[in-house]
């Protein structure tokens, strides 16, 4: 999965750590932080895998 998101520093924390603490496996591959579209925003680009067990 690639998703690039753009919002403030502390909602990128807590879509990061959702990712963490979420009960599904994921790989982080490829993280990229770069200022965003308005002053105050940052863009997270993201490249992870997810595997899924039954």
């Not at 990128?12 to 979420?22: A, D, F, P, Q, T």
């Not at 200022?35 to 595997?51: E, I, V």
Request: aromatic share 10%; charged share 15%.
């Amino acid at each position: 999965m690639t998703a690039a998101v753009e919002g403030d520093y502390n909602g990128l924390i807590k879509l990061i750590n959702g990712l963490e603490r979420s009960n599904n496996f994921y790989v982080l591959e490829n993280l990229a932080l770069s200022a965003g579209s308005s002053g105050n925003n940052l863009k997270l680009s993201l490249s992870l895998r997810t595997y899924f067990r039954s």
